[in-house]
């Protein structure tokens, strides 16, 4: 008998090993992430205005024939002044639109296909047939390492064509070893002859017309060869 681990609703996982269609949702530590990285960088772009006007204030006192700086200190409390408005101003939207975006994910892995789902303003609904996936892979951040989670990477064929980054990132998972171990055993039983999506006589059709057209295009070359003779 297959022992079956039953993890909490909440902890965004549910019974592993899957049943046929198997739902995924991230956990709450990727909001805490989310809300880390924000942090580190709202941080660092407050260091690096106080740091660039030190900087600045060096070299008018170094050039400057007077003893006074060429920038008065009222500058600097500008920049905290509006450093500080607009983090107000941003920080607590921001806060919201990241709670709903992670609530708003949801991952499917669906006979012979991965659906990803998000968006906070706009909805949107990917699909990722089996056949066009070239590689699965797992990431782990300095983040994700800290909360314990993962990211499984979906790379296709179109996209690896024209960028390095993966078509789709199924994240915040805690098992993502195992999402990622899951998928690869439903990719290798995968047959594109029970496809919803490529049946496996359009399968032969497509591979029909791919040599008829590469049959014409060497004529055409054939042909362009004798005109220039």
């Given at each position: 008998?297959?022992?079956?681990t039953i993890i909490k609703p909440e902890d965004g996982e549910g019974v592993y090993p899957a049943p046929e269609i198997r739902r995924i949702y991230p956990v709450n530590k990727l909001l805490i992430k989310f809300y880390l990285t924000s942090f580190v960088i709202w941080l660092i772009i407050?260091?690096?205005?106080?740091?660039?006007y030190t900087f600045i204030s060096m070299i008018s006192q170094f050039e400057s024939s007077s003893s006074e700086p060429l920038l008065p200190p009222y500058v600097m409390n500008m920049f905290v002044a509006l450093f500080w408005i607009s983090s107000i101003v941003i920080i607590?939207?921001?806060?919201?639109?990241l709670y709903i975006y992670v609530n708003s994910m949801e991952f499917i892995v669906h006979g012979d296909e991965i659906i990803v789902k998000k968006g906070v303003f706009n909805k949107t609904i990917k699909y990722c047939p089996f056949r066009t996936i070239t590689n699965i892979?797992?990431?782990?951040g300095p983040f994700d390492r800290l909360f314990g989670i993962g990211c499984v990477n979906i790379e296709t064929a179109g996209k690896s064509a024209t960028s390095?980054?993966?078509e789709e990132k199924l994240e915040g998972l805690p098992l993502f070893h195992e999402i990622r171990d899951y998928i690869l055993n439903q990719l290798?039983?995968?047959d594109p002859s029970k496809s919803r999506g490529v049946t496996f006589e359009a399968f032969n059709d497509l591979q029909e017309l791919k040599n008829e057209t590469l049959n014409e295009l060497k004529e055409?070359?054939?042909l362009l060869k004798k005109l220039k003779w």
């Open positions: 008998m297959n022992q079956v407050g260091i690096g205005i106080m740091g660039l607590p939207p921001l806060i919201i639109i892979s797992t990431t782990a390095n980054s993966p290798r039983t995968y055409i070359k054939q």
